[in-house]
């Protein structure tokens, strides 16, 4: 069992930077992929980034690639998500997540979520 508590959301205009960070519980934190994942009104939610146990592989959607950076500290069994150059389209809500080492991009994978942190991007 693993319970996973998002913060660092807020509003943000174009262009700028936001922290996200999702703590986890758990004696076995380091040994699951975590992945973030995001939610627009209206929209599906689509995955945006996935990290291996050791946080020596990660995985990008391509709308995020080369502006978001996925890191973890499994000492502090903790996730970030580094999101810099925001868009308005990167406004959304964002969970993390955890799953087994054959989690990617399919948010059926992950087996633990939080609750969620709103990211807005607005002038």
């Known amino acids: 069992q693993v319970q996973l508590v998002e913060s660092g959301g807020g509003l943000v205009q174009p262009g700028g930077s936001l922290r996200l960070s999702c703590a986890g519980s758990?004696?076995?934190?380091?040994?699951?992929?975590m992945g973030w994942f995001r939610q627009a009104p209206g929209k599906e939610r689509e995955f945006v980034a996935r990290?291996?146990?050791?946080?020596?592989?990660?995985y990008y959607a391509d709308s995020v690639k080369g502006r978001f950076t996925f890191s973890r500290d499994n000492a502090k069994r903790t996730v970030y998500l580094q999101m810099n150059s925001l868009k308005p389209e990167d406004t959304a809500v964002y969970y993390c997540?955890?799953?087994?080492?054959?989690?990617?991009?399919?948010?059926?994978?992950?087996?633990?979520w939080g609750q969620g942190t709103q990211v807005t991007v607005s002038s």
């Open positions: 997540a955890a799953g087994a080492r054959s989690a990617v991009v399919d948010s059926h994978e992950y087996n633990w």
């Open positions: 990290i291996n146990w050791s946080g020596s592989i990660t």
């Open positions: 758990g004696r076995t934190f380091s040994s699951y992929v």
